[in-house]
């Protein structure tokens, strides 16, 4: 079984600044691509950053420039952090770790936060 936990969501002023952390543990082979997707009200999830396992980083256009995320291998941790945060960018956010687990073959999965509420408001 393998499981994730994240944490650092919140509320913010816009400007303001927050991290979000989310930790893998369990019984995995190895940690893949980790990646953070968003949910706001009303809309569909959408890809807010990624990492894969040598460091190559993608964000949304949105984001470019104010966030950031990391990897921690180590600690089967990725990070976002987020500043200069805005209005637009209140949501419920995601993780997605890829992990792989292997008897006979290496099998590939992923599996998804539970969510941490980012709300940005003066």
């Known amino acids: 079984q393998v499981q994730v936990v994240e944490s650092g969501g919140g509320l913010v002023q816009p400007g303001g600044s927050l991290r979000l952390s989310c930790a893998a543990s369990?019984?995995?082979?190895?940690?893949?691509?980790m990646g953070w997707y968003r949910q706001a009200l009303g809309k569909q999830r959408e890809l807010v950053a990624a990492i894969t396992t040598d460091g190559s980083t993608n964000y949304a256009d949105s984001v470019k420039g104010r966030f950031t995320i990391s990897r921690d291998n180590a600690k089967n941790t990725v990070y976002l952090q987020m500043n200069s945060l805005k209005f637009e960018d209140t949501a419920v956010y995601y993780c997605?770790?890829?992990?792989?687990?292997?008897?006979?073959?290496?099998?590939?999965?992923?599996?998804w936060g539970q969510g941490t509420q980012v709300t940005v408001s003066s």
């Open positions: 997605n770790i890829q992990y792989s687990t292997k008897t006979l073959l290496i099998m590939w999965r992923d599996i």
């Open positions: 369990g019984s995995f082979f190895s940690i893949g691509g």
